[in-house]
């Protein structure tokens, strides 16, 4: 392949998925400095130190920077543990407690962990910014306090809808959007990446490489929010609708399966390591109808299985998966509770977490949603007697209940 | 005179011209318990660290100071000299240069030389914001800021048209009253003293102290701002409507003797050292037409020039002014200048800067107050020949003038 060639294919693969990208000529040159003189670039992504618990919607950064660690890119993994450090005095917020050195360190094993199984830990440093911002002092933030006005930093969305509904901004939060900023400027750094709702403080990085008359201007890449399982929201875990990166295989795998076809698609141009021409190839086999939709859904939850377990597990989850969910069998490992006779059937479903409510469990069997040992209920009322069942609701929930007298 | 006697009297010259008093129960509670119990109280008032060179204006807050020293005051003379040790890395502001260090000690000991001649240099502290700012640290400050809102700074009456009017404010302005503020809160103050266009600031201290839960609550003195010798505008030296408090003895008693007789009482409460008892007699002493104004208005400028010089020469002032205004005498001392022959008046006059320009000096002539050797003028077009000459315009100017054919 010339040279050219490979610096386009490079660049696709960077700006592939992207929401908006501020600089591009920057990143440009950067990729192909990077392979016409084999010279290297740092790309940065900030982190929150506290308690990191992943699920895809952050792995889509990640896959990011995956990328650029092939083309280049040598990652600043930066987690912001200054601030952290610092809580909330006023106690107004619960979750803004101080976190100790060794919570930040803890945390921050605890990224490693997770963010190992994609990103390469040689072409990385992880850096804590509290490395330049202890030494900033009382003066120099003042310094960098004066980079900024009070106009513009209203016109950040949140801000200015808070200032016009009379919502208190205390003046710290208008520190934090210029410490982020000045992390690019401590690191000397390249490109940034982000979510598109982290714009604003993204593009402070820049101004604040200007303002500081450093030689650097920094690039920035704002990636997408993924939608999650609902296909409507974004993927977050309060809302539920999300894949956690240290789910179990079988979990991943059925949550992968049970997104709509077109979703798939955007999770394989987000989420898969398969080259765009790789996708495009699937999806016109698709179109041609010489694969079955479902198949390239099933290839995705493969590949998103083995990268945060391994290949063998991936394989087990899908023929776990097959047995259930195509063949109506039970699975192989359910729980298993213990119950007393005469327990109502609703109540038996809330008590060992089938069903939230025992309204809930009346609409369902209703429905005919419920069975035991595999046959329908229709008996709203009915009383479990002494014996061993298989409850289940839905098609892929089940507990085995062993009812004593 | 009874204890309760002397309390209310301290208080009657504590109060004496303020323009408003912030917690005057507490303000009371100190004094109260200073007679009762000998404790003392802090009393801090902020200066800025660039350039001192005071006016009688500034003196306003000094004297009462020093009569809050009389009962049971101790002052905390703040320097600012933390921010001024920054500078302004943008350039915006030429004003706004770092002091060094040593720059800030000479500025110190220069106040130092000015206030000594009004306050007791033994119940007093001069401090300076650097020794607590400069540990402050940028966490430190960022825990600072918290404790403040973005809206109710923006009601700040300079803030508010600033941002309204599209004028910018950098974010570090926002930093600045948080840490005046704070100096209330390290020096553990009682009670603060500024210009009523300090008040926002002012209660900013009372706030921040009860952000941080100490169990002080400073009290706040505001001083109305010495109106200029104009009678109008307030004193300012770029007004030129001012008494500098290094200026010729001569010159202080001429301007103190130049302002209108009803703004010498407003001096009196806010200069002299005279009791307001005194101050009542001498006025009922005019009104019963037994004291001449002008007596009262000479006691004073008397007081003003003992003060920054001595008695001395206060009253060589005074009699070197009654010899020249009174009796209408030459003054012994004048400046001299040589010019040449055939010379405009009008022109010698702005020359000379007995006059600020031609077209004044030509009004000045057809007014009679222009002189020449004590002989009124009143030809515009006058040339003056080759000699010797005194040259006066109103009742106050004069110089000598040599001109050489």
Redesign the interface.
């Known amino acids: 392949m010339e040279l050219q060639e490979k610096i386009d294919e490079a660049l696709g693969e960077i700006l592939r998925g992207c929401e908006e990208v501020v600089d591009k000529k920057k990143l440009e040159a950067l990729v192909q400095n990077y392979f016409e003189n084999n010279e290297t670039y740092t790309v940065k992504a900030g982190f929150d130190p506290t308690a990191p618990d992943l699920h895809l919607g952050h792995t889509v950064l990640l896959q990011k920077l995956a990328t650029f660690q092939k083309f280049g890119g040598v990652i600043k993994f930066l987690i912001g543990d ?2 952290a ?2 809580g ?3 106690g107004k917020s619960e979750t803004r407690k101080a976190l100790t050195r060794e919570e930040v360190l803890v945390n921050s094993k605890s990224y490693e962990e997770q963010v190992f199984k994609i990103l390469d830990s040689q072409k990385m440093d992880i850096v804590f910014n509290s490395a330049w ?2 030494k ?8 960098l ?7 513009r ?2 016109e950040r969305d949140d ?1 200015e809808k808070r ?1 016009k509904s ?1 919502q ?8 934090y959007p ?1 410490l982020q900023g000045y992390d690019s400027v401590a690191l000397k750094n390249d490109i940034e990446i982000g979510g598109t709702d982290q714009k604003f403080n993204l593009l402070m990085g820049r101004h604040l490489q200007r ?1 500081y008359n450093t030689n650097k201007e920094q690039a920035v890449i704002m990636m997408p929010l993924l939608v999650g399982l609902d296909g409507v929201n974004k993927m977050s875990k309060s809302l539920g609708n999300y894949i956690g990166i240290n789910e179990e295989p079988n979990t991943i795998y059925a949550k992968v399966l049970s997104i709509s076809d077109e979703l798939s698609w955007r999770y394989y141009e987000l989420l898969s390591e398969k080259t765009l021409k790789e996708i495009a190839m699937l999806k016109v086999d698709v179109t041609k109808g010489t694969l079955h939709p479902k198949v390239a859904k099933e290839n995705l939850a493969l590949e998103i299985v083995t990268r945060f377990h391994n290949e063998e597990l991936a394989k087990l989850a899908k023929s776990e998966f097959d047995n259930v969910f195509k063949a109506n069998q039970l699975p192989t490992d359910m729980p298993e509770f213990t119950l007393c006779s005469g327990i109502w059937i609703a109540q038996a479903l809330v008590d060992i977490g089938l069903e939230p409510s025992t309204s809930q469990a009346r609409r369902d069997i209703k429905q005919g949603a419920i069975k035991i040992d595999q046959v329908k209920l229709s008996d709203e009322k009915y009383l479990l007697k002494s014996g061993e069942y298989v409850l289940q609701v839905g098609k892929r929930k089940f507990a085995k209940v062993k009812v004593e007298s």
């Open positions: 200054f601030t450090m610092i909330d005095p006023t911002l202890d900033l002092g009382a003066d120099g933030l003042i310094v306090t004066r980079f900024f006005n009070v106009a930093m209203l801000f200032y009379g208190s901004i205390s003046i710290s939060e208008f520190i210029l303002s």
